[in-house]
């Protein structure tokens, strides 16, 4: 598959997404049960994401500087860091280990 | 703009979209480590425009490359579903004509339906909806343009520890999610059930077979409030 088909299906699919709330009766998604699955969904997507972004490396789970770089992540969520000073620490934390020869 | 509840509104969109148009730096420089162009990663974020479907795409190719594609479009368009709750949320306060509806639809995100939602007059929620929408919109595809071309100049992913702050994005953006007990089980299922599958099937795939545990979990209503919506 051409990246540019990738970029631009996946692109027009998520505008759909956006367009079909205007769309649909409002009755279908204020039933509890497919507004919790939507919810939930997003939840399981991103606790998924972060494990293979983590842990995944060549079809394998390897553990390497990811690991204390997303460590020191999650601490600095809870204490209520902004997200781009999570992201830039997670980077440096890696950065810094892997210079250092260490957990390449 | 005498009205306190436009004000307060204008205020709220303003201090989010000024925020969260941040992040588009970092979007911007790991969609560029995952092998898009700059040009396809403005793509990205002038149609996409979706924080979550958009690092999850990204995520997906730079596991898996263009083989993946099928894996990446279904992430993000899995991750793009919540969308269409907002815009259901959005529809009778957006109200006008289907025109205005149209232009409404796009900037339809977490955050522009945060703000509106949260304000205590109609007036209040329109403004906040347009204004969030418009300076995250703006500001998410000029920062998204810079960190794109700072990827450009950084090269090496890992040397720089980018692939580690992708990991870091999709827990910022998980966190705020995990505030009961069963988000946190869905999380937790979809963690190991995604590490066990890593070895086992094609890249982009554990993440799918994940959201199953979200569609089990969410139609049981397992460790679900009785009266959650």
């Not at chain 1, 027009?12 to 009766?25: D, E, F, Q, R, T």
């Not at chain 1, 009755?27 to 842990?55: H, I, K």
């Not at chain 2, 199953?212 to 009785?226: C, D, F, P, S």
Request: hydrophobic share 60%.
């Amino acid at each position: 598959m051409n990246i540019w088909t990738v970029i631009l299906l996946a692109s027009l699919i998520v505008m759909l997404l956006k367009l079909v709330g205007y769309l649909v009766p409002p009755s279908f998604m204020e039933r509890p049960t497919p507004s919790r699955v939507a919810n939930l969904l997003t939840v399981a997507l991103l606790a998924a994401l972060v494990v293979t972004q983590t842990l995944e490396r060549e079809h394998d789970i390897v553990l390497d500087a990811r690991v204390p770089a997303v460590g020191v992540a999650a601490v600095l969520l809870v204490l209520r860091a902004p997200f781009i000073v999570v992201v830039l620490s997670a980077a440096v934390v890696a950065a810094v280990l892997r210079l250092l020869g260490w957990m390449s | 703009m005498a009205d306190p509840d436009t004000s307060a509104a204008v205020r709220a969109g303003l201090a989010v979209g000024l925020a969260v148009a941040a992040y588009g730096v970092s979007f911007g420089a790991l969609a560029v480590a995952s092998g898009l162009d700059v040009w396809q990663t403005c793509v990205l974020s002038l149609f996409m425009f979706s924080g979550g479907s958009q690092f999850a795409l990204i995520g997906v190719l730079a596991s898996g490359g263009a083989a993946a594609g099928p894996a990446a479009i279904t992430s993000a368009a899995l991750l793009g579903v919540r969308n269409s709750l907002y815009s259901m949320r959005m529809s009778p306060i957006i109200g006008g004509p289907w025109w205005r509806k149209l232009l409404a639809a796009q900037w339809t995100i977490d955050e522009s339906t945060a703000v509106s939602t949260a304000q205590p007059t109609l007036r209040g929620q329109k403004t906040g909806f347009w204004v969030t929408g418009a300076v995250i919109y703006v500001g998410w595809n000029l920062t998204t343009f810079l960190g794109a071309l700072l990827g450009d100049l950084v090269g090496d992913v890992r040397q720089y520890g980018l692939d580690a702050a992708a990991a870091a994005a999709f827990l910022g953006l998980l966190w705020p999610r995990l505030r009961a007990r069963q988000p946190i089980a869905v999380a937790a299922g979809a963690a190991v059930v995604a590490a066990l599958l890593v070895p086992v099937l094609p890249p982009g795939l554990p993440v799918l077979a994940a959201a199953l545990v979200a569609v089990v979990v969410g139609i049981t209503n397992w460790l679900g409030a009785k009266a959650a919506a």
